[in-house]
């Protein structure tokens, strides 16, 4: 995996080469085999580097209760872009905790107010530590208030429990909403929680959000607009308003925004296939892997 720097940059990389078209992110088709769980197919061609690849990726809430596995499983498969046979296969799992944070991060660097400290959390799963790793990156005196519906006792000293998302939420600089998919919070954050500047990154839909918080924000973005166009005609971001641009170019031009800012990171195909595309670099320099008869 690249190291946190590496990830930054990667996520840069690939927001540019969305601005600039030269990449390949079509919108990302849903399945629902079971009642609130979701299976996504998100191909991607990425000029820089020739990558092409698609990650397929389901998420099922009831897998952790029921049968002891996670939420989110799934894998990517790298393309030749001559001949369209497969390079490799790989599991998704780090890859997509990595790329999520690291675009989080990158939406902070643009938009977070400056000398931000307090983060607060919503959802104490493997989004809640990878997030936690990559804004420390960024500033080491940061802390953490976590609100998870699984009762935990925090060790890390950067972190402290919330008793309820309110207490989260209130007084941070940045929140980041990561419940699964499909599911509501009970009450929604609210826009009357949030401090005046605060930076709102919901990755979790509108899992655990009042439609207040995107319709009163003083800028609101959303990374993928042709994938919120489809998950509004299916119900999701109901109530939400039409966004005021695209992450890419707003975390590109540092756009200035008065008030809160929110960007709704759903999930880009790009920054798979450009992680992708580095771990298999790195795997076959170093010899890592199985090789697979063809």
């Known amino acids: 995996m690249p190291d946190l720097e590496q990830q930054f940059a990667l996520i840069e990389a690939a927001y540019r080469a969305t601005i600039e078209g030269t990449c390949e992110t079509p919108a990302t088709p849903e399945i629902a085999p079971r009642p609130r769980a979701h299976a996504h197919a998100m191909p991607a061609y990425v000029a820089a580097g020739d990558i092409t690849s698609l990650k397929w990726i389901s998420g099922y809430p009831t897998n952790r209760e029921e049968h002891g596995l996670p939420y989110l499983s799934g894998l990517i498969v790298v393309n030749d872009s001559n001949t ?27 938009f977070a107010r400056d000398g931000w400290s307090t983060v607060g959390i919503i959802g104490g799963g493997v989004q809640s530590e990878a997030h936690v790793e990559a804004l420390t990156r960024l500033n080491p005196s940061a802390t953490f208030r976590v609100f998870s519906r699984r009762p935990f006792e925090p060790e890390d000293p950067r972190l402290s429990a919330a008793v309820d998302p309110r207490s989260a939420v209130e007084g941070a600089d940045v929140v980041i909403t990561a419940m699964t998919l499909k599911t509501k919070l009970e009450p929604p954050v609210a826009f009357d929680w949030l401090t005046p500047t605060a930076l709102v990154l919901p990755l979790d839909d509108d899992s655990s959000l009042d439609a207040d918080v995107a319709n009163g924000a003083g800028a609101f973005y959303v990374d993928a607009p042709d994938d919120y166009v489809l998950r509004q005609a299916v119900g999701t971001f109901s109530n939400w308003r039409e966004p005021d641009g695209a992450v890419p170019a707003a975390v590109l031009d540092r756009r200035p925004a008065e008030g809160v800012v929110v960007c709704a990171n759903q999930g880009m195909g790009v920054l798979d296939a450009v992680f992708a595309g580095f771990v298999l670099d790195a795997a076959e320099r170093e010899g890592v892997g199985a090789l697979l008869d063809r």
């Open 84 to 110: 369209g046979l497969p390079l490799a296969v790989m599991d998704s799992s780090a890859i997509t905790g990595a790329r999520t944070a690291a675009a989080s991060a990158v939406c902070v660097e643009a």
